[in-house]
């Protein structure tokens, strides 16, 4: 059971990137996921969840209208498109089984994380 992370990299302000968490051992469609960032400095936050059920999605109000969180079943993988990219979206992006949202949270012993991808909005 693994998830891992990439689509991180260096980006000005106002680019886009499209971060990918890929599932392996276990079928993304069946889990809520969510991606979770850490700033340097900063505890970790969450930034958005799918749900299992409906694909209900949610979004910290930071990035509301400007990320994106979708669900490719096919691919096993769950997508985070970011746009309009600032400075303060900087920071270490994970995907995760869990989520501070009703419907994306599940016990500790079954969370599941990713290793992180790097994001840097930099001019």
């Known amino acids: 059971v693994q998830l891992v992370e990439s689509g991180g990299g260096l980006v000005q302000p106002g680019g886009s990137l499209r971060l990918s968490c890929a599932a392996s051992?276990?079928?993304?469609?069946?889990?809520?996921i969510g991606w979770h960032r850490q700033a340097p400095g900063r505890e970790r936050e969450g930034v958005s969840c799918?749900?299992?059920?409906?694909?209900?999605?949610f979004y910290t109000e930071a990035v509301k209208g400007r990320f994106t969180i979708s669900r490719d079943k096919a691919k096993n993988t769950v997508f985070l498109q970011m746009k309009n990219l600032k400075v303060e979206d900087t920071g270490v992006y994970y995907c995760?089984?869990?989520?501070?949202?009703?419907?994306?949270?599940?016990?500790?012993?079954?969370?599941?994380w990713g290793q992180g991808t790097l994001v840097n909005v930099s001019s």
């Open positions: 995760s089984t869990t989520a501070p949202w009703t419907g994306c949270s599940v016990p500790s012993h079954l969370e599941v």
């Open positions: 051992g276990f079928s993304v469609d069946l889990w809520a």
């Open positions: 799918i749900t299992m059920v409906n694909d209900n999605t």
